[in-house]
């Protein structure tokens, strides 16, 4: 099938979400990204932060990586940036660093979003470069990955709770419990007790 090169939005943004759910697929937190030029994608990346046992390993930052390596050069000239969730500080950083012209991003992130919601890392006049911003794209799909994917690990803790009470009440039998790939000191305070 023929796409045409003024593919909107919404088209990239779910080949993001594509990328998310390679994150999900894996245990991951879901966060996805690609980098367009020229209507095609040159770059492209999930969360792998705790697979790669690295804090710098977000979807946008593998992105980053492989279109720079792409293109042989750090300036990422007339790329558009989509990414499921509003990029943090890091993330960020790397964009100005990379002068990446257009930032989409999908949801908005309360605890770490730095494309506006807690401040504007994209967008500040001080800084050499300034990133164009487009904000809500998808935005219900990106924030229901999320929602669902939290909702899913705190179930599974809520089991697991449950299965070690019965062990306990069993004495001896040592029932394995699975480990959960995140440990709850890992996930923060976002995670009820
Ligand atoms: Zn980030």
Redesign the pocket.
Known sequence: MEVPLDKNHEYWMSLAIEEALKAQAIGEVPIGAVIVKDGEIIGRGYNLRETTHDATA????IAIREASERLGAWRLLGCTLYVTLE??????GAIVQGRVPLVVYGTPDPK?GCAGTLMNLLQEPRFNHRTELIEGVMQEECANLLSDFFRGLRQRLKERKMLSKENESAAETSVQVPEDPFSPSGLGSSLPK
């Open positions: 977000h979807a946008e930052m990029p943090c500080p890091m993330c960020a770490a």
